[in-house]
T-cell receptor, first 114, second 114 residues
Framework: AQSVTQLGSHVSVSEGALVLLRCNYSSSVPPYLFWYVQYPNQGLQLLLKYTSAATLVKGINGFEAEFKKSETSFHLTKPSAHMSDAAEYFCAVSGTGSARQLTFGSGTQLTVLP | ETGVTQSPTHLIKTRGQQVTLRCSSQSGHNTVSWYQQALGQGPQFIFQYYREEENGRGNFPPRFSGLQFPNYSSELNVNALELDDSALYLC?????????????FGEGSRLTVL
């Protein structure tokens, strides 16, 4: 069964500082991995996805993530945080059944300090 | 192109009652998945519908049921509501056969059970 673990339920950074949100996965097969962002009282928006084409994946709003098979990690980074990045971020892995359902981590709340 | 729309956005029910939530999928998508997001947690897969039939189910009891209509819209029904059913219910649409499992989410229906 697939699973993801997000280390750190809350992360605070200063505006302009590096953002690093951690995600480790467990999968019996080569995984498809995703990062979603959720703003208050909204649904989830896809930031980026790993589909085995390239290990460094670039997404929207300046975010990127690197797939590291040896470390079973898929950490999300952004070189310079902006106030508008404050939100909850979820890492997810795609299942292998016909439904290919997503299994989500418990989320990381990102706070950006002025 | 219209996105995923859900209704109602908020509702309050009492224990033992029944609720129906509705979802219109994104244009061009033929598959609908439902997720439950309890407060402070990541979304959990309830079930998926494709070709008007259930195509996968998570660890939810039978009192959670659904429908998909010929126009790909969907309903989630929950009978005999319990306090723990209070959550944000997210609908997501996708295209069956797309191996990556990428989902597009609506903004959710927030259910409060008193």
């Amino acid at each position: 069964a697939q699973s993801v673990t997000q280390l750190g339920s809350h992360v605070s950074v200063s505006e302009g500082a590096l953002v690093l949100l951690r995600c480790n996965y467990s999968s019996s097969v080569p995984p498809y991995l995703f990062w979603y962002v959720q703003y208050p009282n909204q649904g989830l928006q896809l930031l980026l996805k790993y589909t085995s084409a390239a290990t460094l994946v670039k997404g929207i709003n300046g975010f990127e993530a690197e797939f590291k098979k040896s470390e079973t990690s898929f950490h999300l980074t952004k070189p310079s945080a902006h106030m508008s990045d404050a939100a909850e971020y979820f890492c997810a892995v795609s299942g292998t059944g016909s439904a290919r359902q997503l299994t989500f981590g418990s989320g990381t709340q990102l706070t950006v300090l002025p | 192109e219209t996105g995923v729309t859900q209704s109602p956005t908020h509702l309050i029910k009492t224990r033992g009652q029944q609720v129906t939530l509705r979802c219109s999928s994104q244009s061009g998508h033929n598959t609908v998945s439902w997720y439950q997001q309890a407060l402070g947690q990541g979304p959990q897969f309830i079930f998926q519908y494709y070709r008007e039939e259930e195509n996968g189910r998570g660890n939810f009891p039978p009192r959670f049921s659904g429908l998909q209509f010929p126009n790909y819209s969907s309903e989630l029904n929950v009978n005999a509501l319990e306090l723990d059913d209070s959550a944000l219910y997210l609908c997501a649409s996708s295209t069956q056969g797309r191996v990556t499992g990428e989902l597009f989410f609506g903004e959710g229906s927030r259910l409060t059970v008193l």
